[in-house]
């Protein structure tokens, strides 16, 4: 029987599912060998068991817990899809403000009086704090990246189609790089998060003239400090360092050691 | 100047395909893998293969067979990661991919009763093994025991943590009755199994040996941890001189030819210089038993 | 081997004509303070004279990254076929420095010891090198005299040396006399296409172009580099170790743009059909975390401290021991590239003067 793979929606632009329709050329060879049974941008089906659920987007609403816990009891692994699901992503910043001021700094003043009093108004409202999946459940595989890397998408698929561990290795942004001759951003003047940050993506920002924001999450072993002495040190503000780290990391989940 | 000698053809990545003739469940974790391969392999006690699938992935792997094993290759593979898991799912007949044989492993000869070239004789071969540490000297310990009066006396200390993880009993059961061959297994702890063997670490029974110091070889092989506290107990009940120490160290081996970087302890490859070291040459690497 | 004169003008557009002959590498500027070695076209202009060690090591051509060490496929019968993977083409590196000359030499020597690798001996084979002597240290980083890699010119198949003042900047002209040693069969092969006349004289040339260079040439180490080299293997002066590592990212920067840094990962890869695919391998770096870990978790050097002294003891002591060669060009390029300050150059020294200070 050919395993049933589901994708599941939480907040978020739904892109890392249109990365995934973007890679045509894999795309068709591998519904072969699977079995899509939900996929909110492509078809509508259900059913009771998945083989593999792709979650993207990051967790808000206590209903949206309820939903991954009942996604989790039915799954046999939970991958957690782009930086939205692990690492709360831009929407995660606002984990850093108070909810009302945060709502009055969107919507203004008035509508955050009426937020107050009108329970039906806005739903969302009901959030406390913005949370990445693995918050809520046990996550199994984490496709990093705003949006996710149709490389290791395939990476990951192939693996667990041939009953292997799919490996990602823990390396910075740096090494890919080296691997590609890149210039250094430093040495464009610029400054980049890429030497505390998840490799992984082929650093398809900096090839492209870009920096680095880390949107793939900070590594477990990164260097932090040292991160920073070296922004200060390019004449960045203490201000505009933290709202850097924040800005795709904010619900990220602290590393152990 | 080009300083290069001619390139060989041959690619040193490509493994040769051995078909698996039995599969045999020793604990849990490990299976004991008998596999023929396509030619024989020619190896020395101690050496590893690197074994895998294409496609997949492999890993370094203890040649558990003797040195006269020809062209059937035994070895045990415990299942921890990803090539093992896949490994462990393979049946009769499948085919492995294997790579070597690799490293220095044991000169027999340095453990023969009479050999030629030595002023020594060697007349007491004490083999402490560690778990799955008797993998790899089970290759030693099977020409010895086939050769028994070619070698003087024989003492195998053999730990396992419970009675579940203990390997290769029925063999050793067989090595017993060999002249001159005492043997020691231990567990760490019985945990509620029916066990016949002692209970305790493999370092309790070392200060008993009766053995003649000067005309010792000691070989150890075990977990990390094991080898601080076997040397200790060796150092201060026994004056063996740390030539006659054999050491079979584990590291992360990819490539088995000495290139690729993973397996070195200071200026040595394990894969190269090792698995198997003297402990005289190991006072010298700060990183080898850390 | 024979020698011949020729100027800049008449090198720059023989390079151009190999060029269209065959796959040619040259140092070109990148849009930022950079160089990197690019296939040649004609549109550039040759910046012979300034360029400086560019990100990558020209040894990386012959040692890339995704490596292809063989592929396979299933058969009908379930048995498996090989095949080498990639054809090699033949590619000319030009302008390479003798530090990165003395990289590639270094490679040659850790590829063909012990059970050769054909990868790159195949490579290699099909590399001609066109070398270009130095006149005045890159920058602030190199010290490549201090590493004796200054004026190295074994595994080149011609080497250039400018006659003439390299610190006025300019177009190149008929003024710039450079002398070239051939210094094999293929470079003899190379030079016929090049407009010049014999050289009688080569060394007195050489030798009066190399005395006309600064003194000292580039940075220079506290003690000659054998003392160095003794200092590191005697003692683990584990703090000086600490202090740099607390800095440290621990992303292999320094690692992958060595030119003698050589450790690799391979990698597996299955295709989806499920019964065909391919090993590849990877550049591999032993700052990296999992360097050194093995299948179960135990790391054998988990600390940032404990990377660093196997990578400086590595260039100095390790590999010097077996192939009797500092592996460390001082071509600077880990302290140009590294984002955090670390420099090998003052590792080396700090390590050297904490084990004088223990020793008083």
Redesign the interface.
Same mark, same amino acid.
Not at chain 2, 52 to 59: A, D, F, M, Q, T
Not at chain 2, 257 to 262: D, E, T
């Given at each position: 029987m050919k395993p049933k793979i589901a994708f599941f929606d939480f907040a978020s632009c739904e892109g890392c599912q249109l990365a995934l329709l973007n890679c045509e050329d894999i795309l068709l060879d591998l519904l072969e060998l699977v079995d899509l049974v939900e996929f909110r941008e492509a078809i509508s089906e259900k059913s009771a068991r998945y083989d593999i659920s792709f979650i993207e987007g990051s967790i808000h609403r206590e209903e949206d817990s309820k939903r991954l816990l009942d996604i989790r009891s039915r799954s046999q692994y939970i991958v957690a899809l782009g930086a939205c699901a692990c690492n709360g992503n831009v929407q995660a910043r606002s984990n850093f403000i108070a909810p009302a001021e945060n709502y009055k700094l969107i919507y203004g003043e008035e509508a955050r009086n009426r937020v107050q009093v009108d329970k039906n108004y806005w739903p969302l409202w009901a959030h406390t704090r913005v949370r990445s999946v693995e918050e809520i459940v046990k996550v199994d595989y984490h496709l990093r990246g705003c949006p996710m890397d149709a490389n290791e998408f395939l990476t990951l698929v192939k693996a667990l189609l041939s009953n292997q561990i799919p490996h990602f290795p823990a390396h910075a942004v740096c090494v890919e790089c080296k691997r590609n001759a890149n210039e250094c951003v430093f040495d464009k003047g610029m400054s980049c998060l890429g030497p505390i940050a998840y490799g992984g993506c082929d650093a398809v920002c900096i090839n492209n003239g870009h920096v680095c924001d880390a949107c793939r999450g900070l590594l477990p072993y990164a260097n932090v400090g040292a991160h920073n002495a070296l922004m200060l040190s390019k004449g960045i503000s203490k201000e505009a360092i933290q709202s850097r780290y924040r800005l795709f990391c904010s619900a990220e989940k602290m590393s152990e050691s | @100047?080009?300083?290069?000698?001619d390139?060989?053809?041959?690619?040193?990545?490509?493994p040769m @395909?051995a078909e698996i003739q039995s599969i045999e469940p020793l604990t849990k974790n490990e299976m004991l893998f008998r596999v023929r391969l396509p030619e024989p392999l020619n190896h020395r006690p101690g050496q590893f293969v690197m074994a895998?699938?294409? =496609?997949?992935?492999?890993?370094a792997i203890s040649i558990s067979s003797g040195p006269e094993s020809g062209k059937t290759l035994e070895m045990v593979i415990r299942k921890? =990661?990803?090539v093992?898991?896949?490994l462990h799912?393979l049946k009769k007949h499948d085919?492995i991919?294997i790579r070597g044989p690799f490293g220095s492993g044991f000169e027999l000869n340095d453990f023969h009763l009479k050999n030629g070239n030595q002023e020594t004789l060697i007349k007491d071969i004490v083999i402490i093994a560690g778990g799955l540490g008797l993998v790899p000297l089970r290759s030693l310990i099977i020409p010895i025991m086939e050769h028994k009066s070619d070698f003087g006396r024989v003492h195998l200390i053999i730990g396992s943590k419970t009675p579940r993880e203990a390997l290769f009993r029925q063999q050793i059961q067989q090595w017993k009755i060999h002249p001159d061959c005492s043997i020691t297994e231990l567990v760490d702890n019985t945990d509620f199994q029916d066990w016949d063997g002692d209970v305790g670490l493999v370092t309790e029974p070392i200060h008993k040996l009766n053995i003649i110091e000067k005309n010792t070889m000691v070989v150890l092989c075990g977990p990390?941890v094991m080898y601080k506290f076997v040397l200790m107990e060796i150092k201060m009940n026994f004056n063996i001189p740390d030539n006659h120490i054999f050491i079979d160290l584990? !590291? !992360?081996m !990819? %490539?088995g030819?000495?290139? %690729?970087?993973?397996c070195?302890?200071?200026?040595v490859y394990c894969c190269?210089e090792g698995p198997v070291f003297r402990y005289s040459q190991l006072t010298d690497l700060?990183?080898a038993l850390? | 081997m024979n020698a011949y004169l020729s100027n800049l003008d008449q090198i720059e557009s023989w390079f151009f004509n190999l060029a269209e002959k065959q796959l040619f590498f040259l140092p070109k500027k990148t849009q930022g303070v950079n160089y990197r070695f690019e296939p040649i076209d004609h549109q550039q202009s040759l910046d012979l004279l300034n360029y400086k060690p560019t990100i990558l090591p020209p040894g990386k051509n012959i040692f890339p990254d995704d490596e292809i060490l063989f592929s396979y496929y299933k058969d009908d019968d379930g048995h498996y076929q090989f095949s080498q993977g990639v054809t090699v083409n033949s590619q000319l590196l030009a302008g390479v420095r003798a530090c990165d000359l003395k990289g590639v030499y270094l490679l040659d020597e850790v590829f063909s010891d012990g059970v050769k690798d054909s990868h790159y001996l195949r490579r290699r084979e099909k590399t001609d090198i066109i070398a270009f002597n130095c006149m005045t240290p890159c920058d602030d980083h190199c010290f490549c005299e201090a590493a004796q890699s200054l004026d190295f010119q074994m595994g080149a198949d011609i080497f250039i040396t400018p006659l003439f003042s390299t610190s006025h900047k300019g177009q190149a002209n008929e003024e710039q006399q450079c002398l070239l040693e051939v210094l094999t069969p293929r470079g003899n092969e190379l030079i016929k296409s090049l407009e010049s006349t014999e050289c009688s004289s080569p060394q007195d040339l050489k030798n009066h172009a190399i005395a006309s260079r600064p003194q000292p040439f580039g940075r220079q180490f506290s003690a000659p580099i054998e003392q160095l080299a003794k200092a590191i293997h005697q003692k683990d002066a584990d703090s000086v170790y600490q202090q740099y590592a607390e800095q440290c990212f621990s992303c292999g920067t320094c690692n992958l743009v060595c030119p003698t840094c050589y450790c690799f990962e391979t990698k597996d890869e299955l295709n989806l059909d499920g019964s065909s695919g391919k090993k590849t391998r990877h550049w591999d770096a032993c700052l990296s975390p999992g360097f050194a870990e093995v299948a179960g978790g135990h790391n054998f050097r988990a600390e940032p401290a404990a990377r660093q002294h196997h990578r400086i003891r590595r260039k100095f002591d390790y590999l010097p021991q077996r192939f009797e060669q500092t592996f460390c060009t001082g071509c600077g390029r880990c302290g140009r590239q590294c984002t955090t300050g670390i420099d090998i150059f003052n590792i080396v020294n700090d390590v050297y003067l904490s084990v004088q200070e223990s020793q008083e």
């Open positions: - | @100047m080009k300083t290069l000698s390139p060989v053809k041959s690619n040193p990545y490509i @395909m895998g699938l294409p =496609g997949i992935g492999e890993c921890v =990661g990803n093992t898991g896949v799912k085919l991919g990390p584990e !590291r !992360r !990819r %490539c030819l000495g290139k %690729c970087g993973h070195q302890i200071n200026h190269k700060s990183e850390n | -």
